[in-house]
């Protein structure tokens, strides 16, 4: 049901061209006046010919619509004929007085504008790539990268001017004067025009950002204010800022109950430390290292300053604080610090020149220990949350795969719930042997392969277990207990076919009730917490039927287990 809402919500909201994003968590939308900064080069470009695809080398095929240059606005030897990775039909214009929102199209799923219309003219961002020449600077989900071109004395094209100008001609605290003092000055005159209004918003809203991209003096000053208890001049722009606003996610944060964390003075503390840590602020190590010098540093400050360090050539001291620190943090901190601990721990290690070869494996001191640790803090980390919200890397769990299964039965689990087929075809074969009439074996035996076949059981793929289910008395007990603590998506599907059938005893109804009360709590639990679409009053009516022994009424297309 969960799924299938999604989907309907996706549909009704999906755009000609189907892309998906989904920001990294912490991501932080760039205002006009640094999106303008980090572009290589602004043009206006008008749509010529027509659309066809392109192919990268992966065999990916995307739309382009060829564009021949008009004006350059920034950057230099931008090529008289740019190919745009965008649709060609018919579009809604850009508003030619908005200044702060995106083209509507940025927030229908795709994250950034995708069509444009023909023999027409656009303000264009671009970047300059090694390998494809100048491409649309499509980094920024949310952002003003491609607006209709309303003239050069519209609000757009005065507001990148002025904003060049100030670039240019002020270093970066500078920057931050001048547009104060624009700001107050629009907001001291009473005859201030529509496009000053405007402009006086779109001020306010770089100056509330503190993003990576803010000077370094600015972010620190900005926290030690924080920490001070005293108010800053421009209030910083909560996180809710930086998503998709559309009905589609708003209906999608409805579904699944997920709500904008609380903004208060910890949390945009934490904001300006995770800045610091995502930008190119080399000068910040004394003021990171100084908080960690107290025992009672939060976990996210110590993610972010872990963060900090493995970005600025300090990977091995990064790795000595998650080691001391980690365990500790992952047990005791608050679970949305915890989060931000984890995103600095566990993010460090992606190496850019082999995404496949973790930072961790390259460092001999690092590698002995580290496999270890990330999975016991993952354990931790489930076990309070009381799911399995966090995965392991591949990776990881390669590093520490046992040579028996039965050694390390955690990893075990880890292992299947990662697709791993190895210990899929282990299990089976395990459970092959122990179904063998000379072989005398108990409920411990069966435990691990059958808690493994369950998790990789699939409603299309379901031989395995019902070979289990019809296999002897101990199997089916076993199966049957275990179905309750080994949860999935289609643990459901498999309790109804189950439920069903004709080859259950007393004692066998039993175990069947115990295993659908924990999935029926696991749901309701979920459900309280808006994680699930489950738990309902379903659940009841049905196990009221259990308890009476009686067969529950499902659909029709749920087919029971049978056992010749």
């Known amino acids: 049901m969960k799924k299938l809402l999604l989907t309907l919500v996706l549909m009704a909201f999906a755009p000609v061209q189907a892309f998906a994003c989904s920001p990294n968590p912490g991501y932080v939308r760039p205002s006009n006046f640094e999106l303008i900064q980090l572009a290589d080069a602004i043009v206006i470009a008008r749509t010529t010919g ?11 095929e995307y739309s382009v619509v060829p564009a021949s240059l008009v004006k350059t ?21 850009s508003d030619p007085d908005e200044l702060l929102a995106p083209h509507p199209e940025a927030m229908m799923g795709p994250c950034n504008r995708y069509s444009v219309a023909p023999a027409t ?19 920024f989900p949310f952002t003003r990268i491609v607006e209709d071109y309303h003239g050069d004395e519209s609000p757009w094209m005065k507001a990148i001017r002025y904003y060049l100008e100030v670039q240019s001609g002020h270093d970066p605290m500078g920057q931050l004067a001048a547009l104060e003092r624009r700001y107050n000055d629009i907001l001291e005159n009473d005859t201030a025009t529509p496009y000053e209004k405007a402009l006086a918003l779109d001020i306010a809203n770089h100056l509330m950002s503190r993003s990576p991209y803010k000077p370094t003096e600015y972010l620190i000053a900005s926290y030690k204010a924080l920490s001070e208890g ?22 999608t944060d409805m579904l699944f109950g997920v709500e904008d964390a609380p903004f208060d003075n910890k949390a945009r503390m934490d904001f300006i430390l995770w800045s610091l840590a995502n930008g190119e602020h080399p000068t910040a190590k004394p003021f990171m290292l100084s908080l960690l010098k107290a025992n009672s540093a939060s976990a996210a400050s110590v993610g972010a300053a872990v963060q900090y360090l493995a970005r600025h050539d300090s990977y091995l001291e990064a790795m000595d604080i998650v080691r001391e620190r980690g365990l500790l943090l992952a047990a005791t901190r608050p679970l949305d610090e915890v989060d931000d601990f984890v ?62 299964y039965r050694d390390n039965p955690d990893i075990a689990i880890a292992l299947v719930r990662e697709y791993d087929d190895a210990v899929v075809e282990w299990a089976k074969a395990e459970m092959d042997r122990l179904l063998d ?37 101990d199997s089916r007990y076993v199966l049957l207990k ?17 439920a069903l059938s004709e080859n259950l005893s007393e004692d066998h109804w039993e175990t069947l009730l115990k295993s659908y009360a924990m999935f029926a709590g696991h749901s309701r639990r979920e459900y309280v917490k808006g994680a699930s679409m489950w738990g309902s009053d379903a659940e009841f009516d049905l196990m009221s039927q259990l308890i009476k022994g009686e067969k529950p009424d499902f659909d029709d297309d749920i087919k029971p287990i049978t056992c010749e």
Not at 446 to 473: H, K, N, Q, V, W
């Open 50 to 60: 027509r659309e066809y695809t392109e192919k990268t080398e992966s065999g990916y």
């Open 482 to 498: 275990f179905i309750g603590i080994h949860q999935t998506i289609y643990t459901e599907d498999l309790l109804a076919r189950v």
């Open 73 to 93: 606005l920034k950057g230099s030897d931008v090529p008289a004929e740019l190919k745009l990775t965008m649709n060609l039909g018919e579009t809604t214009p």
């Open 121 to 139: 003219d656009y303000v264009i961002f671009l970047q300059q790539d090694s390998e494809r020449g100048w491409q649309i600077f499509n980094w």
């Open 230 to 251: 005293k108010a800053l001049p421009f209030s910083l722009r909560p996180p809710s800022a930086d998503k998709e606003d559309s009905d589609a996610q708003r209906l």
């Open 437 to 473: 009439a000379e072989v005398e074996a108990y409920e411990q035996d069966y435990a691990l392969p059958i808690g493994i076949l369950l998790e990789d059981y699939r409603p299309d793929d379901t031989e395995t277990i019902e070979a289990l289910f019809c296999g002897s008395e």
């Open 343 to 404: 995103r600095g721990a566990f993010g460090i290690h992606y190496n850019p020149k082999d995404y496949k070869k973790p930072l961790w494996m390259a460092e001999p001191t690092v590698a002995a220990w580290w496999p270890e640790y990330h999975f016991a803090l993952v354990q931790v980390i489930n076990a309070r949350r009381g799911d399995e919200n966090w995965g392991v890397p591949d990776a990881v769990l390669e590093a520490i795969r046992p040579e028996n």
